[in-house]
């Protein structure tokens, strides 16, 4: 009996996942719940950021940072010297991370291939310390998104 309970618990919140409501299951009519969409540019934007911000932290090395070593927030992902060097020689380091903000000097092609596969402008595998993402391709996109709204030039 526990096992069964346990099972349906595990049904209805994979229903619920799905959008679908529990009394739809209970008349075995279920249909999804459409969602109206917000904005698509809008919630690229905001997807972005987030994932820019929340996630992938881009700003720990694409922004400058003071003598203290705190981030200077005027120069929000302006680019900045890498402040942390490999433990051992490596040829393939980056000591310098590239300007985001306003995403010039890049295509969109290419933050799909930096993001989904890991694949600089230069068709190269990306350098260290930059880390190799496989992400969706809707991601990769509303990042993007989010760089190209943001000002290119220090404030």
């Not at 917000?38 to 994932?51: E, F, I, N, P």
Request: charged share 15%; glycine share 10%; net charge negative.
């Amino acid at each position: 009996m526990k096992t069964i309970g346990i099972v349906s618990g595990a049904v209805l919140f994979a229903v619920a996942g799905l959008g679908i409501s529990a009394s739809a299951v209970k008349q075995g009519v279920a249909k999804p719940v459409v969602q109206k969409a917000a904005s698509h540019q809008t919630g690229d934007v905001a997807r972005g950021k987030y994932l820019v911000e929340e996630v992938a932290m881009c700003g720990e090395c694409h922004t400058p940072r003071d003598a203290q070593g705190n981030l200077i927030e005027a120069r929000d992902l302006q680019g900045a010297p890498t402040w942390i060097a490999p433990v051992h020689p490596d040829s393939n380091w980056a000591w310098n991370a590239p300007t985001l903000a306003g995403f010039a000097g890049y295509s969109d092609a290419d933050a799909v291939n930096i993001l989904e596969k890991g694949i600089g402008a230069n068709g190269q595998p990306i350098q260290r310390p930059m880390h190799i993402y496989h992400m969706s391709h809707e991601d990769a996109l509303a990042i993007v998104a989010y760089l190209k709204s943001l000002p290119s030039l220090p404030q």
